[in-house]
């Protein structure tokens, strides 16, 4: 039987992680639904739905329902909760879970109470949300718990979530709307702009991981990608250096670094030592960008590592907050069934 099974879930634009008390990371699947237009009848989710992007015929429509890390289509982001919750916890089950989820630091108090009750409908027992910065700090490895600055910079689909942490808690935090699709759309305007070709999300996706680069002098090389040539509208195949990558993700990259800048603009002296000291820790699928953290101590002065599993931080941490409840209450809010926010 489930009773007292508790569930961390980082509700990701990308990708979501299922974290099970006890178990370990058991689910990770692409936040993607496939629905029939007409009757919005949900056809796939998860990694089936992801091969079906942009290949989809007229009846079929492969969607995101969360957007820069927030909930864009409820009732389809409230399926995919109880697709994930029945595939970690049964067709059968008698108790219903906890579950936390991770939210983006920015967001507002409407954004936060969907997300709970998204929840809440999918089947939980109790919903909290705990934010990512802090979940990530967690999964990360940092010592929280002492009076000593951290920091540290998640960056996921669709948000970029920067976080100085200190005595479990967040001293200050900011949460840009950028992240690693912004990185995929820029790749897809800089080759139509520059060769007249169209491409899709997933071939931007994949030139970014095979040659992206937001340090060029560390990356050279090549990768064709296809598409459809704008002026004779038919099949072209182009090749792309690591050097327009970086020329093509600029903007969103300078973004991230912005934030960071600020973000270290504002942190208070005695905290700002022990992060000259101890560095930025960076997580979240987008931090494997080739270059980044070169680039981001670089502009900043300061130490940047990489978590060692930085694509499952958040999703650890969310667990790690479940397994330490009382030590991290005061950071996540509640809502149980019949009852409101704690």
Not at 181 to 190: C, G, L, P, T
Not at 198 to 220: S, Y
Not at 281 to 291: E, N
Not at 321 to 328: G, I, K, R, V
């Amino acid at each position: 039987m489930n009773f007292g099974m508790d569930i961390g879930i980082d509700l990701g634009t990308a990708t979501s992680l299922v974290y099970v008390k006890g178990k370990g990371i058991v689910l990770r699947e692409p936040s993607v639904v496939a629905i029939e237009t007409e009757t919005r009848r949900i056809v796939a989710i998860g990694e089936e739905a992801r091969r079906m992007l942009g290949r989809t015929p007229g009846n079929i429509m492969a969607i995101r329902p969360l957007r820069d890390g927030v909930i864009a289509d409820y009732d389809i982001t409230e399926s995919m909760l109880r697709y994930f919750i029945t595939r970690v916890c049964g067709q059968r089950t008698i108790f219903r879970p906890r579950i936390m989820v991770c939210i983006p630091s920015g967001v507002t108090t409407v954004e936060r109470r969907a997300v709970l009750e998204a929840t809440m409908q999918a089947g939980a027992s109790k919903a909290y949300t705990i934010e990512e910065p802090l979940a990530a700090a967690l999964g990360a490895g940092l010592d929280i718990t002492q009076p000593s600055g951290n920091m540290v910079v998640d960056i996921g689909g669709g948000t970029t979530d920067i976080a100085i942490l200190s005595l479990n808690g967040i001293v200050l935090s900011t949460s840009v709307r950028v992240g690693g699709d912004k990185f995929d759309e820029a790749i897809v305007r800089y080759v139509k702009r520059a060769y007249n070709l169209l491409i899709g999300e997933r071939t931007a996706e994949e030139l970014k991981i095979a040659i992206g680069t937001a340090f060029p002098q560390e990356r050279k090389g090549t990768y064709e990608i296809r598409g459809r040539d704008l002026v004779a509208g038919l099949p072209k195949t182009v090749s792309v250096s690591a050097s327009e990558t970086y020329e093509a993700m600029y903007e969103p990259i300078m973004a991230v670094v912005d934030a960071i800048k600020g973000m270290l603009d504002k942190c208070p002296p005695e905290l700002a030592g022990d992060i000259v000291e101890k560095g930025v820790v960076m997580t979240g699928g987008g931090s494997l960008l080739h270059g980044l953290d070169i680039l981001i101590s670089r502009e900043t002065g300061v130490p940047v590592h990489l978590a060692d599993d930085p694509m499952s931080c958040v999703a650890l941490g969310t667990g790690q907050a479940l397994e330490n409840f009382d030590l991290l209450q005061d950071q996540v809010v509640m809502v149980r069934r019949g009852k409101g926010n704690r």
